[in-house]
């Protein structure tokens, strides 16, 4: 029950740990540098270059999240989106709340509320205006969405392919209910013009500087913990599934419990995702859960190289990084690129980056022995 990885799975060298610290500190030191030196210096950072990256560090926890269930225990999800905007939505609903009387009607009532003449909140918003509460809900709503979900389709033995189509009929599903505009979470619009959180203006650059370094420990924090649990008993039995889980359900292991607990914790980092977003990006609607959106964070993963937790972060970076400057130089040509982009790995990089740069390195290996010998 072994597979090929270009780094051993979860298992960091030393050189690997130093380049992560080395990307760590030069990260951190982005929204310092915002702040520290004044526009026009030489080590000035714009504001738009650390909302960007704060914005690819959540994506990258969305892919390693991902990661977590399709490279390790071999779960192919395509509606990761609809986990991600839930956790977005979550803290969405405090920050709208914080809004107060500072929107365009001046009602204690978010503005599409007063537009679609709501009188009072519904009831699930009853308590939203607690930071604390929302935070719960971010962790609350994707892990029992996912647990419930995850229950009943890993319970019928549900898998492959048609575990893949019915995790985006969910995110599809979910996407046409948020876009109507009786569900009281803003339809087509979504929730934006976000004013402060915890009351600190969310535009002011400490702000942003906190909730990029925020989003910088968080994915340094699941790496962590993602790298201890596929190297420990648990990650060996979830490769296990992966492999042949026949053969794991003949040595007595029930995989229910495995698979479900691996999903749920990977929809519950695609909702600290998320909610780690929507106050960098300033916005939240209902195309954050469309099909398209999950498929792009499989292709993420499968860019940097599944099974690696390390190519994922790689992927999301390098796809996005791609992807702003496609839309900007030619934004008609994004979606060919990307389709040609996720063809060429299929066909010629099956271990993604993180494969090809094993290769480099294991042939240069091989040519300093032969060179020796």
């Given at each position: 029950m072994t597979t090929s990885h270009p780094i051993k799975p979860g298992l960091f060298t030393r050189p690997v740990w130093l380049v992560i610290a080395a990307c760590t500190l030069l990260?951190?030191?982005?929204?310092?540098?915002?702040?520290v030196f004044a526009e026009g210096h030489a080590l000035h950072v714009s504001a738009y270059t650390v909302a960007l990256v704060g914005k690819?560090?959540?994506?990258?926890?969305?892919a390693l999240a991902l990661d977590l269930v399709w490279g390790y225990t071999g779960i192919l999800s395509l509606g990761h989106g609809v986990f991600f905007a839930l956790g977005a939505y979550a803290h969405g609903m405090y920050l709208m709340r914080a809004i107060g009387g500072e929107g365009q009607y001046h009602s204690s009532l978010p503005d599409f509320m007063v537009f679609l003449d709501w009188k009072t909140y519904p009831w699930y918003w009853a308590f939203t205006e607690h930071?604390?509460?929302c935070m719960a809900l971010v962790v609350l709503v994707p892990g029992v969405l996912a647990f419930v979900f995850g229950y009943f389709a890993f319970r019928s033995r549900i898998k492959g392919v048609y575990f893949s189509i019915i995790t985006q009929a969910m995110t599809y599903a979910f996407m046409l209910l948020f876009f109507r505009n009786d569900t009281g979470f803003g339809g087509n619009n979504g929730f934006t013009d976000f004013k402060t959180i915890l009351g600190y203006s969310v535009t002011a650059p400490a702000t942003k500087a906190v909730l990029f370094l925020l989003t910088l420990a968080m994915l340094l924090t699941a790496l962590v913990g993602a790298?201890?649990?596929?190297?420990?008993?648990?990650?060996r039995v979830l490769q296990g599934v992966r492999d042949s889980?026949?053969?794991?359900?003949?040595?007595g292991y029930n995989p229910l419990w495995f698979k479900l607990f691996v999903w749920t914790l990977s929809a519950v980092l695609c909702g600290i995702a998320g909610a780690l977003y929507v106050p960098q990006v300033g916005i939240i609607n209902p195309s954050e859960m469309s099909p398209a959106n999950s498929i792009e964070m499989v292709v993420w993963v499968a860019v940097g190289g599944?099974?690696?937790?390390?190519?994922?972060?790689?992927?999301?970076?390098?796809?996005n990084g791609l992807k702003s400057w496609f839309t900007a130089a030619l934004p008609e040509l994004w979606?060919?690129?990307?389709?040609?982009?996720?063809?060429?790995v299929t066909l010629f990089m099956q271990q993604g980056m993180l494969g090809v740069l094993g290769k480099l390195k294991r042939k240069k290996a091989a040519a300093v022995a032969e060179e020796a010998a």
């Open positions: 990260a951190a030191l982005l929204p310092i540098f915002n702040l690819f560090m959540c994506y990258a926890l969305a930071f604390w509460y790298r201890a649990i596929v190297t420990s008993k648990l990650g889980e026949a053969r794991l359900m003949f040595l599944r099974g690696t937790l390390l190519g994922p972060i790689l992927g999301a970076f390098t796809v979606l060919f690129a990307l389709g040609l982009l996720f063809i060429g």
